[in-house]
């Protein structure tokens, strides 16, 4: 009999062991499918750091290399020349020569290089060993391939009705609506001290509050309202996703046409808001800037990773301030109540309505 409760005994004991041994080796599995898995996800994100995308763009091409290759560009797409040229290619090889630093540009480097491919070469010939020439090629395209293309403008014809002309040329547009002063330098870099220690990242566009503000590119608002450094401020990315257009400092009280808000489509040429002195307040809508002034600031975006990032990648914009003072988009004031501007000729960009 005692042999027999023994046996239970024990037989009781075994299955709490096995229980035991289970719910171990469970717990290990189970850590051991987390752990793998939670590797997994870091490796993910390492390769999405160490993806292929240009990681650095310092641009300095003059506004008159930008002058002479848009020229080319233009008037080559507007004839029925055999050599259709594109500027940016002729850009990026000029780039590829000067080692990508534009201050020495002679029209003579770009001369060379039409007589070359007047006499039958092609840049991919030209192009075959220069070890930078794509890189310069996708870092020129990102800043610019928004900037000439086919449009259509309103016009008015002989008879003084409005129409819409199709043509192919500059497309984007000053900053700063036509008929009204600014002045600016190449202020890129120099130091700013409001917050922290900060170099600035744009170019400033003195001129008087209350001067309407223009899309220099079409695209879509992807941040609108007030920014403890920028003031009310308003971001557009471009539709191809690679630029980025801030301005910064609008005007107090009213710093926006009307009906703006973030997802919304801007055309080229349209007016955005007013020139003011707003910033450098964690309070909203406060005036903390010395002078009246536009910040006009271009970021490039390569990855998605780049936005909101120390790796964010903001150009000197000064010589496409300077190269676009020849396509500014004249405005008037539709609404003298509330003293809103818009644009007088109407804009149709061929990137839109693709
Ligand atoms: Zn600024």
């Not at 995308?53 to 080559?76: G, H, Q, R, Y």
Request: charged share 20%; with cysteine; aromatic share 14%.
């Amino acid at each position: 009999m005692g042999c027999i409760v023994l046996f239970i005994k024990s037989l009781k004991l075994n299955i709490k062991l096995i229980l035991f041994s289970i719910t171990i080796t469970l717990v290990l599995l189970f850590s051991i499918i987390l752990f793998y898995s939670f590797a997994e996800d870091n490796q993910t994100e390492n390769n999405s750091s160490n993806k292929n995308f240009i990681k650095w763009v310092d641009f300095n091409v003059t506004s008159e290399a930008l002058k002479l290759t848009s020229d080319l560009d233009i008037s080559s797409h507007k004839t029925d020349s055999p050599i259709k040229y594109n500027w940016i290619e002729l850009l990026a090889y000029l780039a590829c020569q000067n080692g990508g630093n534009f201050k020495n540009f002679k029209k003579s480097d770009l001369d060379k290089l039409i007589d070359k491919l007047e006499s039958g070469e092609t840049i991919l010939d030209l192009t075959s060993n220069m070890k930078f020439y794509d890189y310069y090629y996708e870092a020129y395209s990102a800043v610019l391939s928004g900037f000439i293309g086919s449009y259509s403008i309103e016009k008015k014809n002989e008879n003084g009705e409005k129409c819409f002309e199709n043509n192919y040329g500059i497309k984007a547009f000053l900053p700063i609506a036509r008929n009204y002063n600014f002045s600016h330098y190449d202020d890129f870099g120099n130091s700013r001290s409001y917050g922290f220690q900060r170099t600035h990242l744009g170019n400033d566009l003195m001129g008087s509050i209350g001067t309407p503000i223009i899309a220099v590119e079409s695209g879509i608002i992807e941040n609108i309202g007030w920014n403890q450094y920028g003031g009310w401020r308003i971001g557009i990315r471009s539709f191809d996703s690679k630029r980025y257009y801030y301005y910064a400092h609008l005007r107090k009280n009213h710093p926006y046409a009307p009906n703006l808000e973030q997802g919304m489509t801007v055309k080229a040429g349209d007016v955005i808001g007013y020139l003011g002195m707003t910033g450098y307040s964690t309070k909203e809508n406060v005036n903390n800037i010395n002078i009246p002034h536009l910040h006009f600031g271009m970021q490039l975006i390569f990855d998605e990773s780049q936005v909101d990032s120390p790796n964010e990648i903001w150009i000197d914009v000064y010589q496409i301030v300077e190269f676009l003072k020849s396509n500014r988009s004249e405005v008037y004031m539709y609404d003298s109540e509330s003293k809103d501007y818009c644009r007088k000729y109407d804009f149709i960009d061929s990137q839109q309505s693709d």
